[in-house]
């Protein structure tokens, strides 16, 4: 028997979904309900005598939207499910053993698992590198699009070509391999094929952080020491397992919800600078500013990607989080930033009934959707 095709809310959901490259079901959206992961649509009031609807929250969106990028058809979505279920029932060792699972996964990915070898890593590295969306791409497709709508963005930074790989993959294998089987040179050669530096300059680089390098060593320290952290998966891992309860649920809990609020962001930019008609849509002006933020350029536009919420990034992030001395901070101040550029306490408020509305009749409701 053919099922009834959506109506109401859940096909706006469906609708808005499907423009995010997300494709899900009205079957798919009852099954979550049904075992949990997705709230109900709220109802409320069509005014006096017109019963009422069904209709959609960000939450509700932000979570459809998570969901249908990391479930596959016939296949149980454990992993980030167990991650969702332990933050909601703040249960900190469940959302331990869930990043822990994350990150072993994407060290197997990238050939970290305990029996592979150094050319293993470095052929995984390069493999992963070459399938994989560059950083970079998405925000300069916004930063043109807020341009075209005749806004200056000048001082908004146009990064790398997204078609060369080299940096990813050597983040990649420092993820794996750990800085010990990793030249500082090496980022010469990397940071050059990105930048389409000239030879003699990734060759004075190199040989200045060779010196550099030396001249720590000479001295008994460790020559990365003045550089951004590794984190290699080994040192995530042991973050995870390591850190008390309370700052695991806090930092999963910042991550997570940033990372909603960001694809929302993302959505609406997209819908604003379309200018369609939508409550979430984000002015120009709103998203050049979100372009300009040090935390969209470090972190946000990566979380802007379909692979965001596969629980393997999800449990990097809140790894490096836990890693990254002050980011947490940073992050949630982020996400109040998000919160305002979306108006979400607005438009909260704009959803509430209201106090002057007769209670619909029996009669008058709107069939659920």
């Known amino acids: 028997m053919p099922r009834t095709p959506p109506t109401g809310a859940d096909a706006e959901l469906i609708a808005l979904l499907a423009a995010r490259g997300v494709k899900v079901s009205a079957y798919q959206l009852e099954r979550w309900r049904a075992q949990g992961l997705l709230p109900r649509n709220p109802y409320r009031s069509l005014g006096r005598g017109r019963g009422r609807a069904a209709h959609l929250t960000p939450e509700i969106i932000a979570t459809a ?22 933050m909601g029932a703040q249960n900190p060792a469940v959302v331990r053993a869930a990043c822990i699972t994350g990150l072993t996964d994407l060290a197997h990915q990238t050939g970290a698992g305990p029996e592979a070898g150094a050319q293993d890593r470095l052929d995984a590295a390069a493999q992963l590198a070459r399938t994989q969306r560059h950083y970079g791409g998405f925000h300069n497709e916004l930063r043109a699009l807020v341009a075209e709508h005749g806004l200056d963005v000048d001082d908004i930074p146009e990064l790398p070509p997204t078609e060369r790989p080299a940096l990813l993959e050597l983040a990649l294998r420092l993820f794996s391999s750990g800085r010990d089987e990793v030249g500082l040179d090496e980022i010469a050669d990397a940071l050059g094929a990105v930048w389409n530096w000239p030879q003699d ?68 930019s997209l819908a604003g600078l379309a200018q369609l008609t939508l409550p979430l849509a984000v002015s120009p002006e709103a998203t050049r500013t979100m372009l300009r933020h040090p935390i969209w350029l470090t972190w946000g536009q990566s ?48 959803l509430q009934p209201s106090t002057a509305s007769t209670p619909p009749s029996a009669t008058g409701d709107v069939g659920p959707s």
């Open 201 to 268: 300059t990734v060759e004075e680089m190199r040989r200045s952080l060779a010196r550099s390098e030396i001249e720590a060593f000479g001295r008994g320290e460790d020559p990365w020491d003045d550089l951004p952290p590794v984190h290699d998966a080994h040192s995530l891992i042991a973050a995870i397992q390591d850190c008390a309860d309370s700052e695991l649920l806090h930092t999963a809990e910042t991550v997570t919800t940033t990372s909603s609020y960001q694809m929302m962001a993302t959505l609406g």
């Open 303 to 350: 979380h802007s990607q379909a692979g965001a919420f596969s629980n393997a990034s999800q449990a990097f992030a809140i790894a490096v989080g836990l890693r990254t001395p002050g980011f947490i901070d940073r992050l949630a101040d982020y996400q109040d930033f998000l919160r305002g550029l979306l108006r979400l306490d607005e438009l909260a408020g704009s």
């Open 65 to 86: 939207e998570l969901l249908g990028r990391t479930s596959r058809q016939g296949r149980k979505n454990a992993d980030l499910t167990e991650l969702v279920k332990g």
